[in-house]
């Protein structure tokens, strides 16, 4: 019966990471449309039915591509820095509650913040062994960028963990059946929001990747394969960090498609805000992580906290 379920564990992992990689190509398939009609064009329309095979073939085309070899690069390290953030991206997917056969994380958002805060190293990795200049300042940004607003991302959860007492996401549907967290706390569920985008270098706040002054930052020298895994990580995050907004603020985990529609919605947010919105300086986005997130993060902590102890 162990040798079963377990069967049954990794059988469903596996529909997990398919379903979450054809999310992914989906997701990129999305975002070139919207791109496209928000600056009146097109976007993708040629390969397949209205494009729907573009994300397929620019795979293909990635993965078949010569991968370059650079003389003067940490080769291990440059090498495989794609893979590991590209492996962390999808180990994060297994803190989603299940209802069936799968993992049930009772401590779902430590184990999440445990891998998101090693993505940090693999940015660092892939911006130091590629040795270009470029590369290891684009890497610094990102690293500085990402380091400031996990406090920030970490302190605004504590506010929503300390509300109902549990690690487990499973538990965010319960406290949510009358009211949902965004409107008990909009500010914190904005502050959230933005910092989510900041965490996955997402316009406005996309500087490791500022063209016209770093040339793609910290993945400049990747291409073919290693270029195809970054971008999957980003994506994979994007999806994740939309589905983890939605258990939080928007009414819990529950298998219905009202669930998927919301998930969807805030992805298109991600998408909708690169279309719009022009590049944040860098200073300014330091500025607004340390003397605005953080004070009103640190003061609904201690507002919750003065309201949990007050009703116990």
Request: proline share 3%.
């Amino acid at each position: 019966m162990m040798i079963m379920d377990l069967l049954n564990i990794i059988i469903g992992i596996l529909i997990l990471l398919i379903g979450v990689l054809i999310g992914v190509a989906f997701l990129v398939l999305l975002e070139r449309k919207v791109l496209g009609y928000i600056q009146i064009r097109k976007g993708p329309n040629k390969v397949g039915f209205l494009g729907l095979l573009q994300p397929f073939s620019d795979a293909i085309k990635l993965f078949s591509k010569e991968q370059v070899y650079l003389n003067y690069s940490n080769y291990i390290f440059y090498y495989f820095s794609p893979v590991l953030s590209f492996m962390l991206s999808l180990m994060i997917w297994m803190v989603i509650p299940y209802y069936f056969n799968m993992i049930m994380f009772n401590m779902g958002i430590l184990f999440f913040l445990c891998c998101i805060s090693l993505g940090v190293y693999t940015i660092m990795i892939a911006g130091w062994s590629s040795n270009t200049n470029y590369s290891l300042l684009g890497g610094l940004r990102a690293v500085a960028q990402t380091i400031s607003y996990e406090v920030s991302l970490i302190l605004i959860m504590m506010s929503s963990i300390i509300l109902i007492m549990d690690f487990n996401l499973m538990k965010y549907a319960n406290y949510q059946m009358l009211v949902w967290f965004f409107f008990l706390m909009m500010p914190l569920s904005l502050c959230f929001m933005s910092s989510l985008m900041a965490e996955t270098n997402r316009t406005p706040f996309d500087f490791a990747e500022g063209e016209s002054e770093l040339v793609s930052g910290f993945n400049i020298e990747y291409s073919s394969g290693g270029f195809a895994l970054i971008f999957l990580a980003e994506y994979s995050s994007i999806l994740f960090m939309s589905l983890l907004f939605v258990i939080m603020y928007m009414g819990g985990y529950n298998l219905s498609l009202m669930f998927y529609l919301k998930m969807i919605m805030i992805s298109f947010l991600f998408v909708w805000v690169r279309g719009t919105l022009p590049r944040y300086r860098y200073d300014k986005l330091m500025y607004l992580c340390w003397k605005s997130y953080l004070p009103v993060s640190l003061n609904y902590l201690l507002f919750f906290i003065g309201l949990s102890m007050m009703l116990n």
